[in-house]
Protein backbone atom coordinates (compact mmCIF):
# COMPACT_ATOMS: atom_id res chain seq x y z
CA UNK A 1 0.00 0.00 0.00
CA UNK A 2 1.69 3.47 -1.25
CA UNK A 3 1.88 5.78 1.95
CA UNK A 4 3.13 9.49 2.43
CA UNK A 5 3.47 10.35 5.62
CA UNK A 6 4.63 14.23 6.07
CA UNK A 7 6.28 15.57 9.63
CA UNK A 8 7.87 19.02 10.26
CA UNK A 9 5.24 21.49 10.42
CA UNK A 10 4.51 23.46 13.52
CA UNK A 11 3.96 27.11 14.45
CA UNK A 12 6.92 29.40 13.42
CA UNK A 13 7.91 32.75 13.68
CA UNK A 14 8.08 35.60 10.41
CA UNK A 15 11.11 35.35 9.16
CA UNK A 16 11.64 32.01 10.54
CA UNK A 17 12.71 28.49 9.03
CA UNK A 18 11.50 24.90 8.77
CA UNK A 19 11.82 21.81 7.28
CA UNK A 20 9.16 19.64 6.56
CA UNK A 21 9.88 15.64 5.50
CA UNK A 22 7.24 13.01 3.80
CA UNK A 23 8.22 9.78 4.29
CA UNK A 24 7.57 7.87 1.51
CA UNK A 25 6.30 3.39 1.46
CA UNK A 26 4.93 0.65 -0.75
CA UNK A 27 6.30 1.75 -3.97
CA UNK A 28 9.83 2.15 -5.44
CA UNK A 29 10.49 6.04 -4.33
CA UNK A 30 13.35 6.29 -6.59
CA UNK A 31 11.30 6.32 -9.76
CA UNK A 32 9.00 8.79 -9.05
CA UNK A 33 8.96 12.58 -9.08
CA UNK A 34 7.62 14.28 -6.15
CA UNK A 35 5.78 17.80 -5.13
CA UNK A 36 5.13 19.98 -2.06
CA UNK A 37 1.25 21.28 -2.50
CA UNK A 38 -0.39 23.67 0.32
CA UNK A 39 -3.74 25.07 1.26
CA UNK A 40 -3.95 28.11 3.08
CA UNK A 41 -6.99 27.54 5.35
CA UNK A 42 -10.25 28.02 3.64
CA UNK A 43 -8.63 28.10 0.56
CA UNK A 44 -7.46 26.42 -2.90
CA UNK A 45 -4.84 24.13 -3.55
CA UNK A 46 -1.63 26.03 -4.59
CA UNK A 47 0.92 24.34 -6.08
CA UNK A 48 5.14 24.48 -4.21
CA UNK A 49 7.34 22.63 -5.53
CA UNK A 50 8.28 19.77 -7.80
CA UNK A 51 11.08 17.65 -8.31
CA UNK A 52 12.64 14.36 -10.23
CA UNK A 53 13.09 11.41 -9.55
CA UNK A 54 16.46 12.40 -10.47
CA UNK A 55 16.83 14.94 -8.39
CA UNK A 56 17.01 17.69 -10.80
CA UNK A 57 15.47 19.79 -12.49
CA UNK A 58 13.57 21.44 -9.54
CA UNK A 59 10.65 23.58 -9.72
CA UNK A 60 8.78 26.71 -7.60
CA UNK A 61 5.96 28.34 -7.17
CA UNK A 62 6.27 31.84 -7.99
CA UNK A 63 5.43 32.67 -4.33
CA UNK A 64 8.14 30.32 -3.28
CA UNK A 65 10.74 31.11 -5.54
CA UNK A 66 14.18 32.36 -3.65
CA UNK A 67 13.07 30.73 -0.10
CA UNK A 68 12.42 27.25 -0.40
CA UNK A 69 14.41 24.84 -1.49
CA UNK A 70 13.25 20.66 -2.88
CA UNK A 71 14.91 17.75 -2.14
CA UNK A 72 15.20 14.22 -1.55
CA UNK A 73 16.66 11.29 -0.23
CA UNK A 74 15.92 8.22 -2.66
CA UNK A 75 17.80 6.21 -0.17
CA UNK A 76 15.57 6.71 2.71
CA UNK A 77 12.99 6.80 0.73
CA UNK A 78 12.35 10.61 1.77
CA UNK A 79 11.28 13.94 0.30
CA UNK A 80 12.18 17.69 2.14
CA UNK A 81 10.92 21.20 1.68
CA UNK A 82 13.17 23.45 3.16
CA UNK A 83 11.30 26.71 4.21
CA UNK A 84 13.34 29.46 5.11
CA UNK A 85 11.97 33.26 5.42
CA UNK A 86 8.70 32.32 6.29
CA UNK A 87 5.56 34.85 6.17
CA UNK A 88 2.43 34.44 7.25
CA UNK A 89 1.02 33.97 3.95
CA UNK A 90 2.97 30.52 4.20
CA UNK A 91 0.71 29.46 6.75
CA UNK A 92 -1.24 26.16 5.29
CA UNK A 93 -1.67 22.51 5.09
CA UNK A 94 1.37 21.17 3.05
CA UNK A 95 0.66 17.88 1.72
CA UNK A 96 3.20 15.71 0.08
CA UNK A 97 2.54 14.03 -3.20
CA UNK A 98 3.59 11.63 -5.45
CA UNK A 99 3.42 11.94 -9.33
CA UNK A 100 2.15 8.84 -11.58
CA UNK A 101 5.92 9.51 -13.45
CA UNK A 102 9.69 9.90 -13.42
CA UNK A 103 11.89 11.68 -15.39
CA UNK A 104 10.89 15.03 -17.02
CA UNK A 105 7.48 14.37 -16.08
CA UNK A 106 5.57 15.97 -13.09
CA UNK A 107 1.71 15.19 -13.20
CA UNK A 108 -0.91 13.96 -12.21
CA UNK A 109 -0.53 13.30 -8.65
CA UNK A 110 -1.80 10.13 -7.93
CA UNK A 111 -1.25 9.63 -4.21
CA UNK A 112 -0.94 12.19 -1.54
CA UNK A 113 -0.47 11.94 2.08
CA UNK A 114 -2.58 13.78 4.93
CA UNK A 115 -0.26 16.88 5.24
CA UNK A 116 1.36 18.99 8.22
CA UNK A 117 0.44 21.93 9.25
CA UNK A 118 2.80 24.95 9.23
CA UNK A 119 1.85 28.57 11.27
CA UNK A 120 3.40 31.24 10.82
CA UNK A 121 2.92 33.94 13.67
CA UNK A 122 4.70 35.70 15.86
CA UNK B 1 1.78 33.33 -15.61
CA UNK B 2 -0.68 30.97 -16.65
CA UNK B 3 -4.31 31.07 -15.12
CA UNK B 4 -6.77 28.38 -14.62
CA UNK B 5 -10.22 29.70 -13.99
CA UNK B 6 -13.12 28.04 -12.11
CA UNK B 7 -16.46 28.81 -11.03
CA UNK B 8 -16.81 29.02 -7.63
CA UNK B 9 -19.46 27.11 -6.60
CA UNK B 10 -22.27 24.73 -8.23
CA UNK B 11 -25.14 23.40 -6.93
CA UNK B 12 -27.15 20.10 -8.54
CA UNK B 13 -30.00 18.17 -7.06
CA UNK B 14 -29.30 14.39 -6.73
CA UNK B 15 -29.69 12.29 -9.58
CA UNK B 16 -28.95 15.10 -12.19
CA UNK B 17 -25.68 15.76 -14.46
CA UNK B 18 -22.73 18.67 -12.26
CA UNK B 19 -21.12 20.32 -14.98
CA UNK B 20 -17.79 22.48 -13.92
CA UNK B 21 -15.79 24.20 -15.81
CA UNK B 22 -11.70 25.12 -16.18
CA UNK B 23 -10.78 27.95 -18.41
CA UNK B 24 -7.28 28.47 -19.35
CA UNK B 25 -5.39 30.08 -22.41
CA UNK B 26 -5.75 27.76 -24.91
CA UNK B 27 -6.49 24.78 -22.35
CA UNK B 28 -7.20 22.35 -25.25
CA UNK B 29 -3.28 21.86 -25.75
CA UNK B 30 -2.60 20.89 -22.96
CA UNK B 31 -3.56 17.85 -20.41
CA UNK B 32 -5.65 18.42 -17.82
CA UNK B 33 -6.18 16.71 -14.73
CA UNK B 34 -9.33 16.89 -11.72
CA UNK B 35 -9.06 16.34 -8.42
CA UNK B 36 -11.95 15.93 -5.67
CA UNK B 37 -11.27 16.85 -2.03
CA UNK B 38 -13.65 16.39 0.41
CA UNK B 39 -13.96 17.84 3.59
CA UNK B 40 -10.61 17.40 5.62
CA UNK B 41 -9.31 15.34 3.66
CA UNK B 42 -6.55 15.12 1.04
CA UNK B 43 -7.29 15.64 -2.76
CA UNK B 44 -8.01 12.40 -4.83
CA UNK B 45 -7.48 12.45 -8.43
CA UNK B 46 -10.55 11.47 -10.19
CA UNK B 47 -9.88 12.46 -14.00
CA UNK B 48 -6.19 12.22 -15.60
CA UNK B 49 -4.58 13.06 -19.21
CA UNK B 50 -7.68 14.87 -19.81
CA UNK B 51 -10.07 12.05 -20.07
CA UNK B 52 -8.85 9.05 -18.03
CA UNK B 53 -10.58 8.09 -14.71
CA UNK B 54 -8.59 6.26 -12.05
CA UNK B 55 -9.83 2.65 -11.12
CA UNK B 56 -11.99 2.97 -8.45
CA UNK B 57 -13.22 5.65 -9.37
CA UNK B 58 -17.05 5.26 -11.30
CA UNK B 59 -17.84 6.31 -15.22
CA UNK B 60 -20.47 8.60 -13.69
CA UNK B 61 -17.04 11.20 -13.95
CA UNK B 62 -15.70 11.62 -17.15
CA UNK B 63 -14.38 14.38 -18.86
CA UNK B 64 -13.46 16.90 -22.27
CA UNK B 65 -11.03 19.19 -22.95
CA UNK B 66 -11.55 21.88 -26.17
CA UNK B 67 -10.43 25.53 -27.04
CA UNK B 68 -9.93 27.28 -24.20
CA UNK B 69 -11.97 24.79 -21.60
CA UNK B 70 -12.06 21.68 -19.73
CA UNK B 71 -15.26 20.49 -18.52
CA UNK B 72 -15.51 17.90 -15.62
CA UNK B 73 -18.51 15.95 -15.72
CA UNK B 74 -20.97 14.01 -13.08
CA UNK B 75 -23.41 12.03 -14.07
CA UNK B 76 -26.40 11.06 -11.71
CA UNK B 77 -24.88 13.16 -9.22
CA UNK B 78 -24.65 11.15 -5.04
CA UNK B 79 -24.68 13.23 -1.97
CA UNK B 80 -21.33 11.82 -1.63
CA UNK B 81 -19.90 13.91 -4.62
CA UNK B 82 -20.12 16.94 -2.73
CA UNK B 83 -16.99 18.43 -2.47
CA UNK B 84 -14.06 21.29 -4.27
CA UNK B 85 -13.32 20.08 -7.05
CA UNK B 86 -9.46 21.14 -8.46
CA UNK B 87 -8.08 21.38 -12.35
CA UNK B 88 -4.39 21.35 -12.70
CA UNK B 89 -2.24 21.23 -15.96
CA UNK B 90 1.49 21.50 -16.79
CA UNK B 91 2.27 24.78 -18.84
CA UNK B 92 5.97 23.59 -20.27
CA UNK B 93 8.32 26.63 -20.94
CA UNK B 94 7.10 28.39 -17.99
CA UNK B 95 9.20 29.04 -15.05
CA UNK B 96 6.58 28.35 -13.05
CA UNK B 97 4.96 25.56 -14.59
CA UNK B 98 2.09 23.26 -12.43
CA UNK B 99 -1.12 25.41 -12.09
CA UNK B 100 -4.38 24.53 -10.42
CA UNK B 101 -7.36 26.15 -11.20
CA UNK B 102 -9.12 27.81 -7.92
CA UNK B 103 -11.36 25.33 -7.27
CA UNK B 104 -15.46 24.53 -7.26
CA UNK B 105 -17.41 23.89 -4.32
CA UNK B 106 -20.54 21.40 -5.38
CA UNK B 107 -23.27 21.46 -3.78
CA UNK B 108 -25.59 18.55 -3.75
CA UNK B 109 -28.85 20.60 -3.09
Known amino acids: EVQLVESGGGLVKPGGSLRLSCVAS????????MAWVRQAPGKGLEWVSS????????YYGESVTGRFIISRDNAKNSLYLQMNSLRGEDTAVYFC???????????????WGRGTLVSVSS | SYVLTQPPSVSVAPGRTASITCGGANIGGKTVHWYQQKAGQAPLLVIY???DRPSGIPDRFSAFTSGNTATLTIATVEPGDEADYFC????????????FGGGTKLTVL
Open chain 1, 51 to 58: ISNLHYPT
Open chain 2, 88 to 99: QVWNSGSPHPLV
Open chain 2, 49 to 51: YDT
Open chain 1, 26 to 33: GFSFSAYS
Open chain 1, 97 to 111: ARADCGGNCYLPFDY
